[in-house]
């Protein structure tokens, strides 16, 4: 099943035909987070790590900043927007495992006073502290946070998301890159004045 994660650049539509022909009560993904309806909205499939910089540059994240990640998985996000760009990042990640390896990391490289790892449920946590925030979910978990997002951040703040649209935004910018031989597109978006 990793393999499905590391190898397809839509893994998570594997995922989710694996999950539709289990009974529901068995349908768990392979870190842990029961049900079907966690996989459809935020699947775990990790961005290589040059998409993750072309990110937060497209994001033009800045030294003293703040980046939220939901559904922050590992923390990649989290350790290049503080190593790279001099930001202070918070993750937010449903699942306890990867949760734990996120803080786990953040507190091997000394990074407590930059890094912030929440393990809840995205739609739980207030975001409004946000210069910028990440994303790597599916459409209909895009489409949820819409509201959620309009409500709590600033003007001014940016929304960058990986390969899925915010159904309802115009995105300000759109990047393709290539990595791996494949295109994944990046997705800007900017809150306006309200």
């Known amino acids: 099943m990793r393999l499905l994660y590391t190898n397809l650049r839509r893994g998570a539509l594997a995922t989710l035909l694996l999950a539709a022909s289990l009974p529901v009560a068995r349908a768990i993904d392979p870190i842990g987070i029961p049900g079907i309806q966690a996989q459809k909205l935020a699947p ?13 540059e497209v994001a033009r994240l800045k ?23 001099g930001a202070k990042a918070v993750g937010v990640e ?18 407590q006073d930059q890094i912030k790892v929440i393990q809840a449920d995205m739609m739980s946590v207030d975001v409004s502290g946000a210069n910028v925030v990440s994303l790597y979910l599916m459409t209909d978990a895009n489409e949820a946070l819409r509201p959620k997002l309009e409500r709590e951040l ?26 791996h031989n494949h295109p994944y597109k990046i997705y800007l978006y900017e809150v306006p004045k309200k």
Request: proline share 4%.
């Open 44 to 56: 775990y499939v990790t961005s290589p790590q040059p998409i993750v910089e072309k990110m937060l």
């Open 63 to 85: 030294s003293g900043e703040t980046i939220y990640d939901l559904g922050c998985g590992d923390g990649r996000i989290l350790f290049s927007a503080v190593k790279n760009f």
């Open 94 to 111: 449903i699942s306890p495992a990867l949760a734990k390896r996120a803080q786990q990391t953040l507190e091997s490289q000394g990074m």
């Open 154 to 179: 600033k003007a001014g703040a940016r929304v960058v998301s990986l390969e899925f649209k915010i159904k309802g935004w115009k995105a300000a910018r759109e990047e393709t890159v290539q990595v």
